[in-house]
């Protein structure tokens, strides 16, 4: 059987599926080439992340595909329903890279309360020359510890983040529709650990209490943060968006920065991904990544070898 990771996976999954007799193919074939590719080359199982869609034209179009799998959580670039009307199994990696999007997040924090993303654009320009005004321009950083996080989608990320804020010693809040509380387990390196109970709370709490928010929820319809929830924040706080382009107004945020409501933002994913807004991108007070979430070596061999275990369970049990 031949598997077409079009979007790549490791090296682990790729020997994994070999070790049970799968021809993987990891050339990267173009959106409107796709289905002809399927075809010809009789692809049983089609291995995604978040740069191919798999639409009903696909689905319809390629009757041999047996599999759809996306590499990561969200599958909002996938017809799932359908697909699954279709008997097609379609699989993700939820808990593969959960780490790796939390840590990512506190990047993103400790380079915005120390202004590390703009002291890095500015120390190559003007460190040599004015090394004592950039000194005094970031002098006034501030500590996350004490403060209070408010996460908001309290899913598998949520609480990775969790637990990294509880280790560095902040206060967490969290609010998500369909979880009223969760046991968070904090591990320490000799065996200890701890377990601490959030009991989720209505977002307008986490709006009024937060000093800084996270969001983890997956794509919407509309906006979850936009002019009416900044209005309702502390004035200097900061906010991360590591989930989905499109859950905050990004219109609405460069105005809450430029008025001071939000010190400042850290986005790894945008509304109009793969092209930015440039007023976004050229914002000094927003930390920028490139929808680099999942994108550690760790998260990657996770997700490989999760992809090739439930590939080689379901067409085993279908063979069987």
């Excluded at 059987?1 to 021809?23: C, P, R, T, W, Y």
């Excluded at 289905?35 to 010809?40: A, E, F, G, L, R």
Aim: glycine share 10%; with cysteine; aromatic share 6%.
């Amino acid at each position: 059987m031949k598997v077409l990771a079009n979007d790549g996976v490791s090296q682990s999954g790729i020997d994994a599926l070999n070790a049970e007799g799968f021809e993987v193919i990891t050339t990267t074939v173009a959106q409107e080439q796709l289905i002809n590719y399927i075809n010809d080359k009789d692809i049983d199982v089609l291995l995604v992340r978040s740069a191919t869609k798999v639409r009903k034209d696909i689905i319809d179009a390629c009757p041999n595909l047996k599999i759809i799998g996306r590499g990561g959580v969200g599958m909002d670039n996938i017809d799932v329903d359908y697909a699954r009307s279709k008997n097609l199994h379609v699989i993700n990696t939820p808990a593969a890279s959960s780490q790796s999007v939390a840590e990512l997040v506190f990047a993103h924090l400790f380079g915005g309360v120390r202004f590390l993303h703009d002291a890095n654009r500015n120390m190559p320009l003007d460190g040599d020359s004015k090394f004592n005004a950039l000194k005094k321009n970031y002098a006034q950083g501030t500590e996350l510890r004490g403060k209070t996080l408010g996460i908001i989608g309290f899913g598998r990320i949520g609480r990775e983040v969790a637990k990294i804020a509880l280790g560095v010693g902040m206060k967490v809040i969290a609010s998500d529709k369909f979880v009223g509380k969760a046991n968070i387990k904090v591990e320490f390196y000799n065996g200890q650990f701890i377990n601490v109970e959030i009991e989720t709370q209505p977002m307008k709490d986490i709006l009024k209490h937060s000093d800084f928010i996270t969001l983890h929820v997956p794509a919407q319809d509309e906006y979850v943060i936009g002019e009416k929830q900044f209005s309702q924040m502390k004035d200097g706080i900061g906010i991360v968006n590591a989930a989905r382009g499109g859950v905050i107004d990004e219109v609405a945020l460069v105005k809450a920065i430029d008025s001071g409501k939000v010190a400042f933002a850290g986005l790894d994913t945008f509304e109009s991904e793969p092209t930015p807004a440039i007023k976004v991108l050229m914002n000094g007070k927003i930390s920028l990544t490139p929808h680099i979430g999942a994108a550690t070596n760790e998260a990657q061999d996770r997700i490989g070898t999760e992809l090739a275990s439930q590939i080689i369970s379901i067409l085993k049990t279908e063979k069987v």
